[in-house]
């Protein structure tokens, strides 16, 4: 049997539904998954017959942050050296992404997980999901999440997230902005979907001209601004992280 793929990605009527697809692993991040990952987002943009993408995640999670058993194995996988240059591109393909882009943020999106969250236009989450930013309190970099967060909320918002570390539950998301729906744990997925195919049903195509008018008006270069922040705060070719949260209860 042929190995399932890192990212599934399938087109339906304008929409192009993006999955994480690591379940037994709650989706934690590689590189060959972001490789994968920037691929199809940048599929879904070139595609001009897609008006919106849906990024969910597969096995009813969103993401669970870096894959701390895979980046320490020994010996060291043959993309520990590449993992922060996969990490840009897959960021920078969310940036570039000429169509709205739907978040299912399911159960949880933890750390370099966060980041895939934010950089949807719209976040669809559960009550009880969260997300969490625990990076700098752990000491490690999270140049990807300063780089959402700072390109879409004042910093009063940057700074909660960033500097508390804390999990923040689907209404307090709500409530600071940065979710635009709190549903049901259950209905998660499918309230996504709904939204992001009501999107894709505009007419004449106007998803595209009008996210591409919006970040004319605002002035902003979301690609540039994701590679300012790798910058701010570079991560080492011989990164490797060692620490993560406890989820095993979640």
Not at 35 to 52: K, M, N, R
Not at 59 to 78: K, T, V
Not at 171 to 193: K, Q
Not at 205 to 224: F, N, Q, S
Request: hydrophobic share 45%; glycine share 8%; with cysteine.
């Amino acid at each position: 049997m042929p190995d399932e793929p890192l990212v599934h990605y399938s087109v339906d009527n304008g929409l192009a539904t993006v999955e994480l697809n690591r379940p037994k692993r709650r989706n934690a991040i590689i590189p060959p998954m972001l490789d994968a990952l920037a691929d199809a987002i940048d599929a879904a943009s070139g595609d001009e017959s897609v008006q919106a993408v849906l990024l969910c995640g597969a096995g009813g999670a969103f993401c669970s942050g870096l894959d701390l058993d895979a980046y320490n194995a020994d010996p060291p996988p043959p993309w520990v050296t590449s993992g922060g240059d996969s990490a840009l591109a897959a960021h920078s393909a969310l940036a570039r992404c000429a169509v709205p882009i739907i978040v299912a943020l399911e159960r949880y999106a933890i750390n370099g997980g966060a980041a895939y969250a934010l950089a949807g236009d719209l976040i669809v989450t559960g009550e009880s999901a969260w997300l969490q930013v625990g990076e700098m309190i752990q000491g490690l970099p999270a140049p990807m999440n300063l780089a959402w967060l700072t390109t879409k909320y004042p910093e009063s918002v940057t700074a909660r997230v960033v500097y508390s570390g804390e999990r923040i539950s689907g209404p307090e998301l709500h409530a600071m902005g940065i979710a635009h729906r709190v549903v049901p744990d259950d209905a998660v997925r499918a309230n996504a979907t709904e939204l992001a195919q009501r999107i894709a049903a505009s007419p004449n195509g106007t998803p595209r001209p009008v996210k591409a008018a919006i970040r004319a008006l605002y002035g902003r270069d979301p690609v540039e601004h994701v590679k300012r922040a790798r910058t701010a705060i570079p991560i080492t070719p011989s990164f490797r992280p060692s620490q993560a949260p406890d989820i095993s209860a979640t």
